[in-house]
């Protein structure tokens, strides 16, 4: 029988009218300037780790569209042509990620700050959350990825060989064979299992300098080329916030994209051709800034203490098929 009742009622609704009502409310008093970028795009990322929803239209049908995972690519083209501080709240599609704690369709806030560096977008990444959140004490935990993995595995990040970063998560024989030699992977899932589950659970968490290997969109970190000037934003294990001080070099980011390319390619992945407007526009010159990307709904899970994605939605992917 269809359920064609919503997952969650409107007390909820409230709380998140209200919770998105505070995030602009934020950046109206900080001047930031809110826009709306395409969701429809005639190309995909190149990030591994993420699948494009395909489209077809008759008004292309010799090709594949695409509804777009962020509008980070969008954006940065704004900036590039003269835009001051911007967000966007808008709807993103990944495809393949459904559960308790994913979505195929979320809503996504994410902004950009001229001039920021890595100290200056973390602390205005921790006043939205706290300010979003309404926390009473918003005080905040810093370390890290090293100093995080060092605490808790006892292993370097940096160093660990792939062997040592499988026995940290106990990894029997058919994940050792499924992860093989993809040390981000194996990276990833330590943090998952075994580092983020003990950040403290009633404050905020920020992690900073993940490995260089993790780092497509991010600048190198001027002091040590092993790490970017990336972080996270915790709150207890839930990952609310990714940012980093942009990489605005063109050919550097074009010969990202290619590697990122090559290991689609290897893995069987679709391989998209490089977003040529974004190359163009970053070759122009965009300026020197910091961004950061937050799931609205992982915000509300926090602010109404479930663990359950549907308990924030009206409708879930795939509940007329229960």
């Known amino acids: 029988m269809t359920d064609w009742r919503p997952t969650s009622g409107v007390d909820a609704a409230k709380r998140r009218a209200r919770m998105i009502g505070r995030i602009r409310d934020y950046f109206e008093a900080e001047n930031v300037l809110a826009v709306e970028t395409p969701a429809l795009s005639p190309t995909a990322g190149s990030d591994p780790n993420i699948e494009s ?39 993103v599609f990944r495809d393949g990620e459904a559960g308790r704690r994913h979505q195929p369709e979320f809503t996504m806030l994410e902004w950009y700050r001229i001039g920021f560096g890595l100290t200056d977008i973390i602390e205005d990444t921790c006043s939205l959350i706290a300010n979003a959140l309404q926390l009473a004490d918003p005080a905040v935990d810093r370390l890290n990825y090293e100093e995080a993995f060092l605490r808790y595995t006892g292993l370097n990040p940096l160093s660990a060989s792939i062997d040592e970063l499988a026995d940290s998560v106990h990894a029997g024989r058919d994940l050792r064979a499924s992860l093989g030699e993809d040390r981000d992977a194996w990276l990833d899932l330590a943090l998952s299992l075994e580092v983020a589950p003990r950040f403290a659970t009633n404050r905020l968490t920020v992690m900073t300098h993940y490995p260089a290997s993790q780092a497509a969109l991010a600048r190198i970190c001027p002091l040590n080329s092993e790490v970017a000037d990336r972080f996270e934003v915790f709150f207890g294990a839930t990952e609310l916030a990714n940012g980093y001080v942009e990489l605005t070099d063109a050919d550097e980011q074009a010969q990202r ?66």
Request: hydrophobic share 40%; with cysteine.
């Open 53 to 91: 929803l395909v489209v077809r239209s008759g008004l292309a049908p010799d090709r594949d569209l695409f509804l777009h995972t962020s509008p980070e690519f969008y954006m940065k083209r704004l900036l590039a042509a003269g835009y001051p501080d911007i967000y966007s709240i808008c709807r």
């Open 257 to 322: 994209i290619d590697r990122e390319l090559a290991s689609r390619a290897t893995a069987g992945q679709p391989a998209n051709p490089p977003d040529a407007a974004l190359l163009a526009a970053m070759q122009s010159g965009m300026p020197r800034c910091s961004g950061v990307a937050v799931g609205v709904e992982r915000l509300q899970m926090v602010l109404d203490g479930t663990d359950d994605i549907a308990d924030v939605l009206t409708f879930r992917f795939g509940q007329e098929d229960d």
